[in-house]
């Protein structure tokens, strides 16, 4: 049995849910100048609603202002801070929360931050205090580790440990087989949150409707900014989920501030080029596509939208046209993709410099390579879509023999067949990488949440 998982993974800074072993950290630093003292400053999870800021501090004058100040940590230089609250005078006790998910910008479980706070007085005098490491904790659980080189696994509860082991194994496979492609040597650790059950991991992942919560369940999720992944660790499709989305958090690290302009055929055709445990169901859902006409002009897939089908058969494209790069021009094409493209902002250019041809002609020799017709080209499409003209679809491809005794519709409609229900309900994707245009891909999470996607996307049958 296998879940569509789709990844990818969205997200700017602020902080969220997270998981750690780190206790809160109290650290007295005295005064360099007046006559501020600081006996007690730290960080406490208050899990769903952020993190909790706590500072006392004592002055022979009013303390009148205090601030802490907060980055992640694994992105040194975007620091931000907030106000503390506190009664003005000669001894304070001050707090500040960091709201996550519905009170503020969300950040995942996992999310290390270093944080120091700045205290004044109304002599003039100025204390900043030492800075501190935090890991924000989902604290309804306790958190285990296991830890390899850069990757540290997060679990809880007993005889667990085998799967997080698993899970770590998946990753570590995965950033040997990606590393070459995605021409990135990281440094900085990257952590994995893995949840028992998808009930549990449901109240760390960002909000989303209830409707569309009652229709899905999200297998994994990864953070590029905060170099974090949830996952459901006990789901039969782990290793190919957290190979899958932990690439998300390779092609982030890839692309750096380009991120935003890596599209959704590039993005996700390389988290499925990644996947340790893929399944046979995007090149039935491609095939799919073909035979209906239904494959769109790959410089229309900067980020995947319409209808739940429409979605899958991008996910096909994605990865057919990503293994068309690969076998065709090497990893080593793929990896000086990315630098250009940090420097160029702009896929197309960043194509041309490095393959020799923009999306229009990458999408013309992977449909020569499948058997279709090239499209007409960009200019040209958006000349007829002005005049209403509707332009002739390339001929489909008929089913292989494979196929004839049942078509990519059938095998979804029938998929859940005889196969034992999680939780009563739709196991869906969960990317969240961003994409071209889109910011955050939290919106193609919701599309495959509408009605359609709750018929369209049961658990398809493992080949």
Known sequence: MRTFVFLTGLIAFTAATFLASLPPSQGVVHADKG?????????????????????????????????????????QGRSAYRSVDFEPGSSV?????????????????GTKIEYSF?????????????????????????????????????????????????????AKENLEKMLPVLGIAPTE???????????????????????????????????????????HGFDPTVTGTVSHEFTHLLVGEAAGPALSQVPSWLNEG????????????YDAALR??????????????????????????????????????????????MAALFPVLQRTLDIDQALLEVYGFDQYGLDSAWRETIGLEPLPSPEELEAQAKEGIVEPEPAPIEPSAEDADETWEEQVANAGEGEEETDAKSSSPGCSAPASSSGSSMGMLLLIGAPLGLVALPRLRRR
Not at 270 to 281: H, K, R, S, V
């Open 189 to 231: 650790p990257l952590r994995i949150v893995s949840y028992n059950n998808y009930r549990h991991m449901s109240s760390a992942l960002p909000f989303r409707s209830q409707a569309v919560s009652e229709g899905l369940q999200t297998q994994g999720m990864a953070f590029s900014d905060e170099r974090v992944l949830l996952v």
């Open 93 to 109: 006790v001050g707090e500040s929360l960091l709201p996550s998910g519905s009170g503020g910008d969300y950040f995942p479980p």
């Open 118 to 170: 700045e205290v004044r007085d109304k002599a003039g005098g100025v204390l900043r205090t030492d800075s501190q490491e935090f890991v924000y904790q989902d604290n309804r659980f306790d958190w285990r580790t296991v830890t390899e080189g850069l990757i540290t696994v997060y679990y809880y509860g007993e005889y667990v440990e085998d799967r997080a082991v698993t899970v770590l194994e998946a």
């Open 288 to 333: 799919y596509g073909i035979f209906t006409r239904r494959i769109k002009p790959l410089w229309y897939q900067g980020a995947f939208v319409g209808t739940p089908e429409d979605i899958i058969i991008a996910y096909g494209q994605g990865r057919s046209v990503v293994n068309y790069m690969i076998d065709n021009y090497g990893q080593e094409r």
């Open 270 to 281: 390389l988290a499925e080029y990644g996947n340790i445990d893929p399944t046979d169901d």
């Open 35 to 75: 006559n501020i003292q600081v006996s007690e400053a730290k960080a406490e999870s208050q899990f769903p609603d952020g993190i909790k800021f706590s500072v006392s501090a004592d002055s022979v004058d009013v303390i009148d202002d205090i601030r802490v100040f907060f980055s992640k940590v694994d992105q």
